[in-house]
């Protein structure tokens, strides 16, 4: 990798606005939390939800938002963890390394001290919890869906928002939801349906939460998604590191980026910027409830 596709892209136009970056992942980022968030609220992205994937991260997540006033937290076992945790992760895959099967019961234990990360006032969110059928095969899918129930029920116990993550799984993920009856406050995450999903989400009241690759030249069907998508229910993030925003897509992604996913989703509702910061910070605080 040359030293320009390493370098974080410029700083842009701060926003007229303040808004929040809805799902972060400070921990995976070159920078501290400090450089991040004072780079951020630099350009106007003055609040962050620090999400965690698993027990390291979230814990990580939950001390991290009782340090910072502006960083909220959510925690969770990410879908692609719950069949790691249960089968073994020979490869070592996952930042945790090479693990062997734990079985169910390891799941539960995981499980057990999200439910008590969850309790904590200044966790805000339980996730990202959903289903990957991207990365998951046919054999981790029981643990997956075991486990994405149990974060719906624990969500719910403790009143706090729900946080989805949806990779090639839309149907399965809408009907879980449908089944076990979703949390109050449900946010899919790096949404990633096309319009007429959309529609069925505004139904039910999910918020839809958009990021950097809303901007890839392929993602048209995210586009016609966003523009079906009502104002109340949208939010923004980067999912940094991951997910950069074109002109800069393959460099390292940070919350400062949002602006630039703003002023693009703004074009596509033809809104100006201002009225969709707006909308977003105040969309975002009611999801987390903050």
């Given at each position: ?199 069925l989400c ?25 523009a079906v ?6 939010l923004v ?54």
């Amino acid at each position: 990798m040359s030293a320009a596709k390493d370098a974080p892209p410029p700083l842009p136009e701060p926003l007229g606005v303040a808004v929040a970056d809805s799902h972060t992942h400070l921990d995976m980022q070159s920078t501290t939390v400090e450089e991040a968030l004072t780079k951020a609220a630099s350009v106007g992205v003055t609040t962050v939800v620090q999400v965690g994937c698993d027990l390291k991260g979230s814990q990580w997540a939950a001390e991290t938002a009782e340090a910072y006033e502006n960083v909220h937290a959510a925690v969770a076992l990410h879908p692609n963890e719950a069949p790691r945790i249960v089968l073994g992760d020979p490869d070592g895959w996952s930042r945790q390394g090479a693990r062997q099967p734990g079985g169910d019961a390891a799941l539960d234990e995981a499980l057990a001290e999200i439910d008590r990360l969850a309790a904590l006032p200044h966790v805000k969110a339980v996730g990202e919890t959903g289903l990957d059928y991207f990365r998951t095969g046919a054999d981790g899918m029981a643990a997956q869906e075991r486990s994405f129930r149990a974060h719906i029920e624990i969500a719910k116990r403790h009143g706090k928002a729900l946080v989805i993550h949806d990779r090639e799984a839309h149907e399965d993920v809408l009907r879980i939801l449908r089944e076990e009856g979703a949390p109050e406050r449900t946010v899919f995450h790096c949404y990633s349906g096309d319009a007429e999903m959309a529609e069925l989400c505004a139904r039910a009241g999910y918020f839809m939460s958009f990021a950097g690759n809303m901007t890839f030249k392929n993602a048209q069907p995210l586009r016609d998604a966003l523009a079906v998508a009502p104002l109340e229910l949208v939010l923004v993030e980067t999912d940094a590191p991951f997910l950069t925003p074109a002109p800069y897509r393959g460099r390292p992604n940070a919350p400062y980026l949002v602006p630039v996913t703003v002023r693009a989703m703004a074009a596509v509702k033809s809104l100006h910027e201002d009225v969709l910061a707006a909308a977003i910070a105040e969309n975002t605080a009611r999801a987390f409830d903050y």
